[in-house]
């Protein structure tokens, strides 16, 4: 079936604009998660939806940094103002369960 | 807080056996995984294994889980040059903080496979 999928695909943008990045979880799991990949690290953990519950946002590394999701479908990602530190791959995640977490290829931001 | 380590590097000749290794911190981790990453790719699933369990075989993947050590090991049987790729320990389960299942993730293990 159709795994997480996630656009855009590569995103270049100018310091201080506003960046939106999207993430289309397997359809049935209710967790999605949103991580960054810094280049030549691992995985932090940004925030985290499971049902209707309220996120857990205590991966956001500042207030730019904002997400949504709808019901148990699409979320997106909001970075506002964005600034060089900011470059990295965004990576999304969704999970039947909370556990077993799979993930999407990422958005490649860069910003210039 | 939580803390995942690995070695960064791992080269061996096709045919041999890999062993990555990897080393956490948070003893309430239900879960300890396992993923690959390709160049260019998302994380890949290999495999994962409840934390009251010491060994989990699938395939050529055996993951061996030494609870008391804190210590997480994979060792991929008759390597293949398809199996290049960096592989990321992570923790996680349903005592990570703030109820949430977020994964902690170690660096990466970048795995060359010499033909």
């Known amino acids: 079936g159709a795994g997480v999928s996630q656009s855009p695909s590569n995103k270049v943008t100018e310091k201080g604009k506003d960046v939106e990045l999207r993430c289309d979880p397997i359809s049935g799991h209710t967790a999605l998660y949103w991580y960054r990949q810094r280049l030549g690290q691992g995985l932090e953990f940004l925030i985290y939806f499971q049902g209707n519950s309220a996120p857990d946002k205590s991966g956001l590394p500042s207030d730019r940094f904002s997400a949504e999701r709808t019901g148990e479908s699409v979320s997106t990602l909001t970075i506002q103002r964005t600034q060089q530190e900011d470059s990295a791959v965004y990576l999304c995640?969704?999970?039947?369960?909370?556990?077993?977490?799979?993930f999407g290829p990422g958005t490649r931001l860069t910003v210039t | 807080g939580e803390d995942v380590e690995q070695s960064l590097f791992l080269s061996v000749r096709e045919g041999d056996s890999s062993v990555i290794n990897c080393t956490y911190t948070?003893?309430?981790?239900?879960?300890l995984y396992w993923y690959k990453q390709e160049p260019g790719a998302g994380l890949q699933l290999l495999t994962y294994?409840?934390?009251?369990?010491d060994m989990k075989q699938d395939q050529r993947l055996t993951v061996l889980l030494n609870k008391k050590d804190k210590h997480l090991s994979l060792r991929i049987a008759d390597t293949q040059t398809g199996d290049s790729a960096i592989y990321f320990c992570a923790e996680g389960g349903a005592d990570s903080g703030a109820g949430s299942y977020q994964l902690t993730f170690g660096k990466g293990t970048k795995l060359s496979v010499i033909p």
């Open positions: 995640a969704s999970s039947p369960t909370g556990n077993e977490q799979y």
């Open positions: 948070d003893s309430s981790s239900t879960y």
């Open positions: 294994i409840f934390s009251n369990m």
